[in-house]
Structure formats: C-alpha cells, structure tokens
C-alpha cells in the first residue's frame, strides 16, 4: 500500500469538498460547518441524504481504512523488529562467546611460550 500517495489523494479530495462548501456557502448565504458535524445546507426534514454528506461520509471512511492500515502494518513492524533484536542478540552472544574462547585461547599460548622461554632460559643457565 502506497501510503503518502493513499493520503495525497484523501487531502486533495478533502479540498475539493471544503471548495464546494465554500461555494455552496457564498452563493447561498446559508452558514454549513465543514469540521464538527454534517452540513445541513440542501437539506429539509424527512428529505434523503444530500451529496456533500455522501462524499464526506466516503472520505471519512476512507480515513478510517487508512488508520486501520496503517495500525496493522505498525503492529507486524514492531513484530520484525522484535525478531530483528532477538535475531541479533543472539548473534551478539554468538559472536562475543567466540571472540572470548579465541582470547582465552591465546592467553593460553602466551602463558605456554613465557614456560617455555624460562625452561630453555634455566637450562642454558644452569
């Protein structure tokens, strides 16, 4: 799902509806509220459901499709990122158990070779 573009085109359909309310409202002089509730401009008791209000109530369900995308696809990236550090921690104590044998071997050599050198050094001494 392309997302910026998903919400591009919401915005410049929400636009286009606050245009229309805008021209609805100067031409008619009745005062619409585009935030907080539906326009009641076109409307009379017992009368259908006016086009605005079709249109509003699409984008607004449109946003709600889009939130509810975008909740999921947070939830399954917190779920790879979650494996992604197990994933790597488990490398890191792999890797640092490694590199600590590898030390501890080479500690070993050393003390070796400083025998050695001090046995060859008391038999030439003595």
């Known amino acids: 799902m392309d997302v910026e573009a998903a919400i591009r085109e ?5 636009a286009a509806l606050e245009a229309m309310m805008c021209s609805d409202d100067t031409t008619s002089g009745h005062d619409n509220v585009l935030y907080g509730r539906f326009p009641t401009k076109g409307r009379t008791p017992g009368k259908g459901v006016t086009t605005l209000e079709v249109a509003i109530a699409e984008v607004r369900a449109d946003v709600a499709d889009l939130r509810i995308g975008l909740s999921q696809d947070f939830a399954v990236l917190r779920d790879e990122l ?45």
């Open 82 to 126: 979650a494996g992604l550090r197990r994933q790597t921690d488990e490398q890191f104590a792999s890797a640092r158990s490694k590199m600590l044998r590898q030390c501890e071997a080479l500690r070993c050599d050393m003390i070796d070779l400083a025998v050695r050198l001090d046995r060859l050094l008391d038999r030439r001494g003595a």
């Open 10 to 14: 919401l915005k410049q359909r929400l």
